[in-house]
């Protein structure tokens, strides 16, 4: 009787490089060894030393640096980990996600967290193992605590076992449904409805004029699909906010309805995996007053 489990979702605890090749190389080797699909997905410098130490089993291995594949947290599960799992549908995969690291943005964490818990809906009763390391050593505590509540199995240095902070995936997505920042005064704001929506996706495309084309054309697609959702599933109109932050352009849906469901795993709601797979950051607040979603593109 085969007594590994259909799917394992395991946090590395790590405190320096060594503790990150010994965690990290051993489950990618053992995974090559067997002749699983393997994936790494980690911030690009780690990468080279990954390789180095795992030798001619490197050439086995994907390598993705996940500061640009991830990002954007909300497309880890659609486009890294469920698109390299699709390319094996009959294998046991094994992937390392590292999803935070030191210096990530404070913006971006609620979404991160929000992706833990996620993944182990997502990939429920899938065949594989995905390992993500954590920076013990200069992640903040909290950073920490939430790694055990995303987390069933922990792993800190020699010893591997059961996490009894684990919390129930679709909560802990609900404890970071957190109020995003307020616009600033000088965002751009203009009610839409079916009637105006074509209106609404040229003032998109001004207001964006200093990003590329392609830019663009991804940001007016993604707002039109938020804007589309909300004609559908809300009030049938709503309200786009637009401002500039920096080099990206920010862009604000705001209506009366439920939203996207937090229990979200990317196996189904294609419109918002289109969203977080065409923006660099996508941020969502559901409340009793309805629902915004805030899209970043050209940070």
């Known amino acids: 009787m085969n007594s590994v489990a259909p799917f394992a979702h395991e946090a590395l605890l790590y ?53 640009e594949a991830g990002r954007n947290p909300g497309r880890i599960i659609p486009g890294v980990l469920m698109a390299f799992s699709a390319s094996a549908p009959q294998s046991r995969v094994r992937m390392v996600g590292e999803p935070i690291w030191p210096g990530r943005d404070e913006l971006e964490y609620p979404a991160c967290i929000q992706h833990e818990a996620l993944v182990n809906t997502a990939f429920e009763g899938r065949r594989g193992t995905i390992l993500c390391p954590y920076n013990a050593g200069l992640l903040p505590e909290h950073v920490l605590e939430d790694a055990r509540r995303t987390h069933p199995v922990l792993i800190d240095g020699a010893r591997r076992f059961a996490s009894e902070s684990y919390t129930d995936p679709s909560g802990l997505a609900d404890l970071y449904n957190v109020p995003l920042p307020p616009p600033p005064a000088s965002a751009e704001e203009h009610a839409f409805s079916v009637g105006t929506l074509a209106h609404m996706r040229k003032l998109v495309s ?8 392609e830019q663009v054309e991804d940001l007016v697609l993604a707002v039109n699909e938020l804007a589309t959702n909300s004609i559908l599933h809300a009030s049938g109109r709503g309200v786009l906010r637009l401002w500039r932050e920096g080099d990206a352009a920010v862009c604000e849906v705001s209506d009366s309805g439920a ?41």
Request: proline share 5%.
């Open 259 to 299: 939203g996207f469901p937090p229990s979200f795993t990317g196996l189904s709601g294609f419109g918002i995996v289109m969203v977080n797979l065409l923006c660099d950051l996508v941020r969502t607040h559901t409340s009793h007053s309805g629902t915004t979603v805030r899209v970043y593109l050209g940070r």
């Open 15 to 67: 405190r320096d490089e060594e503790e990150f090749l010994d965690g990290t190389a051993r489950f990618v080797a053992d995974g090559v060894d067997s002749g699983e699909p393997v994936l790494v997905a980690v911030p690009e410098p780690k990468i080279a030393v990954l390789r180095s130490r795992l030798g001619g089993r490197a050439d086995r291995v994907h390598f993705i640096d996940m500061t």
């Open 206 to 213: 001004m207001y964006a004029h200093w990003l590329r084309r």
